[in-house]
Every structure is written in structure tokens, then in C-alpha cells.
């Protein structure tokens, strides 16, 4: 850790945070598929991002399966898969991609810079700190552009298809986490098999290091984040004044 990696994370939190309002007041009065033009961009630029990092992990490795260990099944990078749905999606699916893009954009972009350790950790300089960085920073444009356009409408018929998205993200992972653990390409998805120095020691401690129950924890707990943020998006939006 130095105040280098501090004053470079924050640097691209700033930037992408005034692209975020820059392209959302561009396309404020633009119509629905014009709106999703940015996102689409966005979605294709992280998705390239990301396989660079992967073939590179493979080559340094000298081992083609090592892009077992960097599936996008973490929490921070399960946005690969749900914005291009939210970006080239249809109907009821893209609606839902884009919310659950909004909801988890956030937490995503949070725990891919300033939580994560192993960017503070790395050269400030390294090829991973500056992708994983850079694909982190698009999260959060992607979810703060969504919020700022409104694209995202919280539907209450479509929560269970967000629901449903997070749920076989989860199932997903831990599946891959059984199987890969304990091997060289242990990954430790969504922190369903142990806490690895993060918060959720507390709740590996509530489960009193009971692997099971700790993982069921973990699941429900992204759960309830997620239901706060859409208690609290109806909130805001039912005491928002509306525009005459």
C-alpha cells in the first residue's frame, strides 16, 4: 500500500465518474437505443479488457487452464456477463440485466479498487493493477450512467428475474469453487469458501468455521444488499419531485 496506488485509484474514480455525467447528459433527451449506445461500447471495451488480461495469465503462466482461476465469478467482475445483456439485450432480460447492473455496479467498482488488496499490493504500474483498475472503473460507469438516464426502472414484475441472475451467478461459482478447491486453480469465487481477509470474516466467525453455513451467509447476504438498494431506490424515487 502507498499513497500512490490511493492517489492513482482515485484519479480514475474521478475521471470515470465525470465521463459517467458527461455522456449522461449527451444522451439525456436521445431516445432508448441511443441511450444504450455508450454501454454497448463500454461492454465491448471491458469484455476485450478483460480477455487481454486472461490470454496474458495463460502465457505467463505457461499454462493454457489457467484462466480457471480467472473466471468472472468474482462479485467484482460479474458485471462481464450482465452489461452486455443489459447493453444488447431484449425485453424483460435487458431490463433486468440493467438493473442488476445498476444495483451491483456500485459494489463492484468499490470492492475492485479501494477494498481490493491485491491492487494495492502489486506495482502501481503492473499490467493487473491498471486492468483490473481500468475494467472496475467501467462498472461504475456503466451504473451511475444508468442511474443518471434512468434506463434502469426497478420493476417490481422483473425482481425475480434479478434475483434469478444473482442466484445462478452464486450457484455458478460455488460450483466451481467445489470443484477447484483445493487445486492451483483455486479462485475462491464470491468469497463463498472462506473470507480471505476480507469483512466477511465476521460472518465465517458467526457460523463458528462451520464452511457450509458460511457460505449460505455469504449467498444471502448479497441478497440483502440488493434488496436494500431497491428499498432504498423506491424510497427516493416516491419522495423525487416530479417534473411539471
Not at 83 to 111: H, M, N, W
Not at 200 to 207: G, T, V, W
Request: glycine fraction near 4%.
Amino acid at each position: 500500500f502507498s499513497w500512490q496506488h490511493l492517489v492513482f485509484v482515485t484519479c480514475a474514480i474521478l475521471i470515470t465518474v465525470l465521463l459517467s455525467v458527461f455522456f449522461a447528459r449527451k444522451y439525456k433527451d436521445k431516445n432508448r437505443n441511443e441511450k444504450l449506445r455508450p454501454l454497448k461500447v463500454a461492454s465491448i471495451i471491458m469484455l476485450s479488457a478483460e480477455t487481454l488480461k486472461i490470454i496474458l495469465v495463460c502465457f505467463r503462466n505457461h499454462d493454457v487452464w489457467a484462466f480457471r482461476s480467472v473466471l468472472p465469478l468474482f462479485l467484482c467482475s460479474i458485471l462481464l456477463i450482465s452489461l452486455p445483456i443489459a447493453a444488447f439485450g431484449k425485453g424483460r432480460v435487458q431490463e433486468s440485466a440493467l438493473d442488476f447492473t445498476q444495483i451491483f455496479g456500485y459494489i463492484a467498482c468499490l470492492a475492485g479498487t479501494y477494498l481490493a488488496g491485491n491492487i494495492f499490493a502489486s506495482p502501481i504500474l503492473s499490467f493487473h493493477v491498471n486492468v483490473s483498475v481500468f475494467t472496475h472503473c467501467i462498472s461504475c460507469f456503466a451504473a451511475l450512467y444508468i442511474t443518471l438516464t434512468g434506463l434502469s426502472k426497478m420493476e417490481k414484475k422483473n425482481i425475480w428475474i434479478v434475483s434469478a441472475i444473482l442466484l445462478v451467478f452464486e450457484i455458478a461459482a460455488l460450483i466451481v469453487d467445489i470443484i477447484q478447491t483445493p487445486s492451483p486453480y483455486e479462485g475462491n469465487y464470491m468469497f463463498l469458501i472462506h473470507p480471505a481477509g476480507t469483512p466477511f470474516s465476521i460472518l465465517m466467525n458467526a457460523a463458528g468455521n462451520i464452511q457450509a453455513l458460511y457460505t449460505f451467509f455469504v449467498m444471502a447476504i448479497y441478497f440483502i444488499y440488493m434488496f436494500l438498494f431497491i428499498g432504498g431506490y423506491y424510497l427516493i424515487t416516491k419522495f423525487k419531485p416530479k417534473a411539471n
